[in-house]
Nanobody
Framework: QVQLVESGGGLVQPGGSLRLSCAAS????????MRWYRQAPGKQRELVAA???????NYADSVKGRFAISRDNAKNTVYLQMNSLKPEDTAVYYC??????????????WGQGTQVTVSS
């Protein structure tokens, strides 16, 4: 009963910026941690950024200082602001949310993925 919809991906030149969005809908009691992962062709999926319910953030070393994760609890949405993009940032980006639907159980949900391509 929970659906995540991602948006904001696209093609940008090196040094450009994009902002990804991931909105959750359905039967939601609360959302705990929110995360962004990415996966490039032939590579393993890696954690890019995470934000707790209290707003604490963590980033992969490769994106630290360039990316910023944020959340809007009223909209059940997580964002990833990506600045100073590099070709090595090219990947499919996935949001991942820990959601409590009412029962004392938290499940992990994944977005459908959005393509980010950084190329001149």
């Amino acid at each position: 009963q929970v659906q995540l919809v991602e948006s904001g991906g696209g093609l940008v030149q090196p040094g450009g910026s994009l902002r990804l969005s991931c909105a959750a809908s359905g039967s939601i009691f609360s959302i705990n941690a929110m995360r962004w992962y990415r996966q490039a062709p032939g590579k393993q999926r890696e954690l890019v950024a995470a934000i707790t319910s209290g707003g604490s953030t963590n980033y992969a070393d490769s994106v630290k200082g360039r990316f910023a994760i944020s959340r809007d609890n009223a909209k059940n949405t997580v964002y990833l602001q990506m600045n100073s993009l590099k070709p090595e940032d090219t990947a499919v980006y996935y949001c991942n949310l820990d959601i409590q639907r009412g029962a004392p159980i938290i499940d992990s949900y994944w977005g459908q993925g959005t393509q980010v391509t950084v190329s001149s």
